[in-house]
């Protein structure tokens, strides 16, 4: 070969050798993957929420993270299912954001991948997901109630409201976590208030459990937290104003919409808090070493018109407590 050429075809391979590490140093960098599962799409605000809290630990997503989403579109079935393909996607953090049935279908699938909910119907340390709220010691951590405090509350407030309340009806989703209904059920009958507990499994059954209630002669309705009551918020409160039954549940919309009272954490609050702590996982720390959080904010509503319409009078130290009074 001519010497000329032959120099010209080492350079040229050299050049090609010396090109491959610069390609490959170009190749994009894999971005850290959360996997998120919702209840329903309807919830789009806490996903807005979920997403702020990571973008206050540096994680934007698209940009230095990226949020796989599964929505459940109310289904508790489908669930296992979605929890099989975010984990065959090889995520980094699961975000739990559709209440004890995702938890627990997670918990099932993984018991190493971090696990991080905001849930306001388990107890975590009696359902064995940690081994305390000060240290999990495992791969579940996230936002939970204190459910003996705030059963005490719900009680405290309908005391001031209706001062002789003897008997409650409590609905049930058998779908949902027992702690907040033991912790209701003791604290009333530490109050001498009588529980009845009304099963509801589908929204068909919203009507005849309502009927029953009035039948009874219960001096107000609970509603402990479940997707049924958030989903159907309206409708429950229109059929507590039909049976003149005062009630009480964890979402604003009920009162919003017509219903006694609302109190509970703010969902989307509780979604942001729960963004914050996947952002520490993906910074580095360990789950098992992150407590247990409490909601950070509580929303009280009170509706003056339903009251009214009802007989009773809400008290001024609870009016001048309320996030919103609905005259």
Known sequence: MDPIKRRA??????????????????????????????????????LVAFREGLAERGYIDGKTVTVDVRWAEGNYDRMPGLVADLIAKKIDVFGVGAGPVCLRAARQATTTLPLVTYDFETDPVAEGYV???????????????????????????LRECIPRLASVAMLLDPGSGRAQVDSMSKVAAGLGIRVTMLEVNTRSDYASVFAAAQTLGVG???????????????ELAELARRHRLPGITLFSRFARAGGFMSYGPSIVVAAKQAG????????????????????????????????????????????????????
């Open 9 to 46: 075809v080492i350079a040229a391979l050299g050049g090609t050798a010396m090109s491959w590490p610069l390609a490959a140093r170009a190749q994009p960098k894999r971005l850290p993957l959360v996997g998120y599962i919702g209840f329903t799409s309807a919830y789009q605000a806490n």
């Open 276 to 327: 914050a702590i996947v952002g520490k996982i993906l910074s580095g720390a360990a789950p098992a070493t992150l407590p247990i959080e409490r909601p950070s904010t509580f929303e009280l509503i009170v509706n003056q018109r339903t009251a009214a319409a009802l007989g009773l009078t809400i008290p001024a130290l609870i009016a001048a407590r309320a996030d919103e009074v609905i005259d």
């Open 220 to 234: 107000a309705v609970l509603m402990p937290s479940s997707p049924l009551v958030l989903n159907n918020a309206e």
């Open 131 to 157: 081994q305390s709220i000060a240290r999990v010691g495992g791969n579940v951590t996230g936002i939970f109630l204190d459910q003996p405090d705030f059963a005490g509350k719900w009680f405290e407030l």
